[in-house]
């Protein structure tokens, strides 16, 4: 069965430092592998999402994340992080022979100090 | 597009009383989704429709909760008799057909039961 292992259940850091939130994945077949991100009394919002081609996706706002095969992972990362960025991510995982059904991870809550 | 929308935003009840939450999806999308999410247990999917049917409501937590799509514009989640345990934020998702496209997320409805 599939599932997904964020094992940072918070990450402080300061404005504009770089910022890697981890994620790792486990599954017997191909995925598709999604960050979503859920700001304060709202729902999730799709970042970016990886479906085939280049491993590395960027996201609108300048997060970017890199799918690794062989280490089963989809890192999010952020060259410099604003205040505006604090929020709770999730990475997500869909099998492509099952592909309606998200997994999602447990969560990683960004914070970020002036 | 006013995206997905989920009624009522809070919801406080007591121990035993029915319970509905109500959701209407974006326009053209023929999957939605319930979500429950809890501090201890994160983000778990309930249940699926796919064309209004119900496809896997593997995730139902138990017969008090039921789940109903009658047309494709209104889903609701019905909670009878509703205990403290139920206390969680609900979200309502849709997409068009597979995952891969990315789930929109509904605000969410914030249930405690007393």
């Known amino acids: 069965a599939q599932s997904v292992t964020q094992l940072d259940s918070q990450v402080p850091v300061f404005e504009e430092a770089p910022v890697e939130l981890r994620c790792n994945y486990s599954s017997s077949v191909s995925v598709y592998l999604f960050w979503y991100v859920q700001y304060p009394n709202q729902g999730l919002q799709l970042l970016l999402k990886?479906?085939?081609?280049?491993?590395l996706v960027e996201s609108i706002n300048g997060f970017e994340a890199e799918f690794n095969k062989s280490q089963t992972s989809f890192h999010l990362r952020k060259p410099s992080v604003h205040i505006s960025d604090t929020a709770e991510y999730f990475c997500a995982v869909s099998e492509m022979d099952s592909s309606y059904k998200l997994i999602f991870g447990s969560g990683t809550r960004l914070l970020v100090r002036p | 597009d006013a995206g997905v929308i989920q009624s009522p935003r809070h919801e406080v009840t007591e121990m035993g009383q029915e319970v509905t939450l109500r959701c209407k999806p974006i326009s053209g999308h023929n999957s939605l989704f319930w979500y429950r999410q809890t501090m201890m247990r994160g983000l778990e999917l309930l249940i699926y429709?796919?064309?209004?049917?119900?496809?896997?409501d593997s995730g139902m937590p138990e017969d008090r909760f039921s789940a109903k799509m009658p047309n494709a514009s209104f889903s609701t989640l019905k909670i009878q008799p509703s205990e403290p345990r139920d206390s969680a934020v609900y979200f309502c998702?849709?997409?068009?057909?597979?995952?891969?496209?990315?789930?929109?997320f509904g605000s969410g409805t914030r249930l405690t039961v007393v």
């Open positions: 429709f796919n064309n209004n049917v119900p496809i896997d």
């Open positions: 998702a849709s997409s068009r057909g597979q995952a891969w496209g990315g789930y929109t």
């Open positions: 990886y479906l085939s081609g280049s491993t």
